[in-house]
């Protein structure tokens, strides 16, 4: 079945540093790409999307390419802060035979440090 | 403002005794789902909802269930909690379930069965 994988945290960078979080798929559809982002105490909020393979998702400086070679979407962001700490959920919507598979991978903890 | 709504945010209960999270949305979205979030294991679906009258079981259904009378409204019934039903809670919201649809998430309910 459908599932993803996304590096296990939890992640701790300075400010101004360079982000990575992985993230794998393995899908029997052409899926959709998502991440999430969850803050303390809070549902998770839309971040960045892609539909189709080589589209790059971008918002608030984090960028993901939908890379359907190596099934990956991978998370970056050239220069974090502080208000980027939270829990990044990378996901797959799938839908076949008439019915939604969503997919989400277990989630990263970041934490940036001033 | 568009919203995904739950009540209530905390509810601490014994084994046994029947309960329903509320949830509600105003953006007259097709799809509607619960998902529980745990410790290692990030979002599991339980239920989802692609119309009034239409719902299916996810990945963890035991123990729930679930009814869409109407558009707005999808509440959780456990009818007999267990303290494996701890957990934390989501109630999701998208325009079509069609697959790249992003999720709108309540803010969670943090759910204690003792």
Request: with cysteine; net charge neutral; aromatic share 10%.
């Amino acid at each position: 079945g459908d599932s993803v994988t996304q590096m296990e945290g939890p992640v701790t960078l300075s400010e101004e540093a360079f982000l990575t979080i992985n993230c794998t798929y393995t899908a029997t559809g052409y899926p959709s790409l998502f991440w999430y982002v969850q803050y303390p105490g809070e549902g998770l909020q839309l971040l960045l999307k892609a539909t189709k393979a080589d589209d790059k998702g971008s918002n608030k400086g984090f960028e993901a390419t939908y890379r359907k070679e190596t099934t990956s979407f991978h998370l970056e962001k050239g220069s974090v802060q502080v208000s980027d700490s939270a829990v990044y959920f990378c996901a797959l919507s799938d839908f076949q035979g008439g019915s939604e598979k969503l997919v989400f991978g277990k989630g990263t903890k970041l934490t940036v440090n001033p | 403002e568009a919203q995904v709504t739950q009540n209530p945010r905390y509810l601490i209960t014994v084994t046994g005794k029947k309960l329903t999270v509320t949830c509600s949305q105003n953006m007259n979205h097709e799809y509607m789902s619960w998902y529980r979030q745990d410790p290692g294991l990030g979002l599991r679906q339980i239920y989802y909802s692609m119309n009034v009258e239409v719902t299916d079981k996810g990945d963890v259904p035991e123990g729930y269930k679930v009814s869409r009378k109407e558009k707005r409204n999808f509440p959780l019934i456990l009818e007999s909690p267990s303290p494996n039903q701890t957990s934390l809670y989501f109630c999701a919201s998208s325009p079509r379930g069609r697959g790249n649809s992003p999720l709108h998430f309540g803010n969670g309910t943090r759910l204690t069965v003792t």
